[in-house]
């Protein structure tokens, strides 16, 4: 039996139906929600979140991991899918926020 030349990873996957893997440290991959955190605007506490910036900005609600208290969250991502800002404040409680005000980094205190 003579041994095989070795198989790069994407011929190994696509030969065993198997999903590419996410390497650490090998860059963005597509899809994949960045770990962020964020300080809860009631009780001061820090916290990591996820933050899929692949869909561009985005605005939810999620709970504090400390307190519980609703969290609004808004990430403005750029036309790179990078997140650009991220604001953490207290939950507008289920009603929907102005439509057509403009996202910049100073709403975030960055600018």
Not at 36 to 51: I, L, N, S
Not at 52 to 65: I, T, Y
């Amino acid at each position: 039996m003579t041994p095989r030349d070795p198989m790069d990873l994407q011929t190994v996957d696509e030969l065993y139906g198997l999903d590419p893997v996410f390497e650490p440290g090998g860059g963005k991959v597509a899809g994949l929600a960045e770990s962020v955190t964020v300080q809860c605007p009631y009780c001061g506490e820090a916290f990591d979140t996820a933050a899929d910036a692949s869909a561009g900005s985005f605005q939810h609600v999620e709970d504090c991991h400390v307190c519980c208290q609703p969290i609004e969250i808004r990430g403005q991502v750029d036309d790179g899918e990078r997140l650009v800002a991220l604001l953490a404040d207290r939950s507008a409680r289920g009603r929907p926020l102005p439509r057509g005000v403009p996202w910049a980094p100073e709403l975030c205190g960055e600018g």
